[in-house]
């Protein structure tokens, strides 16, 4: 693994490039993982795992999260990250170790919907592999948090929130997870993200900025499938989050699709085999099927 940095477009981003051994130039591939996360939840072991498998692979903190540079701090804000997504190809793309040709994007949970979105204007981008993928429009967010007062609700409160950082310059957060705390963004007792031998690391500070809340509310990753023409690979079960999602998205796609129905809970693809393997090993092949 090599620490690296990039420039984001206004903030230095930091990553891990994990190149594969014996490789003049391998393909590349960009990973990003669940919202709100820094590379060591999950991206990590997934670049890890394709670099054994032949591939460049690169993993990275978007701006305002873990090693990266950026204010303000660990704000979901779907376009900045899109915008950071691209900005890592561009890396991959010029790195003499990466043949600029051949480039993948692998997108975890929520970063499916940042990978797709960069995909379906980013030519540079060859092929697409989403694991566990969190796909959102806002029937399914109204279905995922309520109803739509609550999201509307939510909404407001993330407006207000947004006001008050603009006057003041004080950022609202509450937990990302928590099993007592109601205004948690996700009010449950999760074990990936509680347990300290999981996700509950040091280098995630399991916070949520309200003032995100409109932003991912409002984000339609549903609208981009008929944007997307690259060989599109969907890994996902029917116990996890939203197949439905992955479902209406794979049903849209304007090019070649996927889809890999397999078991495991939303949290068993972030760390916990089989289904890491499952997916790393369903992704690397499509990946060799279409970065020839």
């Known amino acids: 693994m090599n620490k690296i940095t990039f420039d984001g477009g206004g903030a230095t981003l930091t990553g891990n ?13 960009v990973v990003a993982g669940t919202w709100t996360s ?6 990590d072991r997934y670049a890890q795992r394709l670099a054994e498998r032949g591939y460049a692979a690169l993993s990275f903190d978007f701006t305002g999260f873990g090693e990266s540079e950026g204010e303000p701090r660990d704000v979901e804000n779907p376009a900045r990250k899109v915008r950071d997504i691209h ?9 003499p170790k990466v043949d600029g040709d051949r480039l993948g994007a692998l997108g975890i949970c929520a ?3 940042y990978m797709a979105d960069n995909a379906a ?3 540079r981008v060859k092929s697409l592999a989403l694991v566990a993928p969190w796909l959102h429009d806002a029937a399914i967010c109204e279905s995922a948090y309520g109803g739509a007062e609550a999201v509307a609700e939510k909404i407001k409160t993330g407006r207000e929130a947004r006001s008050r950082y603009d ?11 928590s099993a007592t705390d109601p205004h948690a963004a996700m009010p ?3 074990d990936f993200y509680l347990n300290p031998a999981r996700g509950g690391i040091p280098a995630w500070p399991n916070r949520f900025a309200v003032m995100a809340w409109p932003d991912w509310l409002t984000y339609d990753s549903i609208a981009l499938a008929p944007q997307i023409t690259q060989p599109t690979l969907l890994v996902h079960s029917e116990d996890a989050a939203i197949p439905d999602g992955a479902r209406r998205f794979h049903a849209g796609l304007a090019g070649p699709g996927d889809i890999l129905w397999t078991r495991g809970t939303q949290f068993d693809f972030y760390d916990t085999e089989p289904q890491v393997t499952v997916a790393v090993d369903t992704v690397a092949a499509h990946f060799g099927r279409t970065l020839r």
């Not at 900005?87 to 790195?95: E, I, K, N």
């Open 87 to 95: 900005h890592a190809v561009g890396f991959l793309a010029a790195h």
């Open 111 to 113: 970063a499916a919907m």
């Open 167 to 177: 006057e003041t310059g004080e950022i609202d957060y509450v937990p990302v997870v």
């Open 17 to 29: 490039l994990f190149l594969p051994e014996g490789v003049e130039r391998a393909p590349g591939v």
């Open 188 to 190: 449950y007792d999760i």
């Open 38 to 43: 820094v590379k060591e939840l999950m991206a």
């Open 121 to 123: 204007r980013d030519p």
